[in-house]
């Protein structure tokens, strides 16, 4: 009898509706998506859908009020990176990674640079 290996997720991440090509990619990371209905507005899923947990947009200054608000983390993808999305979910996991995000007291925005290879933290906490 084959027995088949069964992983929890490493955590969850909210995705922006225009950045749903990364959602197989990142679950391949082992990652759990929460997925957006389409027409959400980016408030609903602020306080709804990414509540204590990691939002990925590539937009993260539209988000900055949400993430105080709503106690979020949010990590800024360029949309260059989007080209390709398994080495952009790529990306994101490292950033995850690299920076403990999992553990890391929220709010705040994680922006990584057009090239994927550097990323930078500011923490939002008591703003």
Do not use: C
């Given at each position: 009898?084959?027995r088949?290996?069964v992983?929890?997720a490493?955590?969850?991440v909210?995705?922006?509706?225009?950045?749903?090509?990364?959602?197989?990619?990142?679950?391949a990371?082992n990652?759990k998506?929460?997925v957006?209905?389409?027409?959400?507005s980016?408030e609903?899923?602020?306080a709804?859908?990414?509540?204590?947990?990691?939002?990925v947009?590539n937009n993260?200054d539209h988000?900055?009020?949400?993430a105080?608000?709503?106690?979020?983390?949010v990590?800024g993808?360029?949309?260059?990176?989007?080209a390709?999305p398994a080495?952009?979910?790529i990306?994101?996991s490292n950033?995850?990674m690299?920076?403990?995000?999992?553990?890391k007291l929220?709010?705040?925005i994680?922006?990584?640079?057009?090239t994927?290879?550097r990323?930078r933290?500011?923490s939002?906490r008591?703003?």
């Open positions: 009898m084959l088949r290996k992983g929890m490493r955590g969850k909210a995705v922006d509706e225009n950045l749903l090509v990364l959602v197989p990619h990142l679950r990371q990652i998506v929460i957006p209905l389409p027409g959400m980016d609903y899923i602020a709804n859908l990414a509540s204590d947990e990691i939002f947009t993260p988000f900055r009020h949400g105080i608000v709503h106690t979020i983390g990590i993808l360029p949309q260059s990176l989007l390709d080495t952009a979910a990306i994101i950033t995850i690299k920076f403990g995000l999992w553990r929220k709010p705040y994680v922006k990584i640079d057009a994927g290879k990323a933290f500011t939002l008591g703003l």
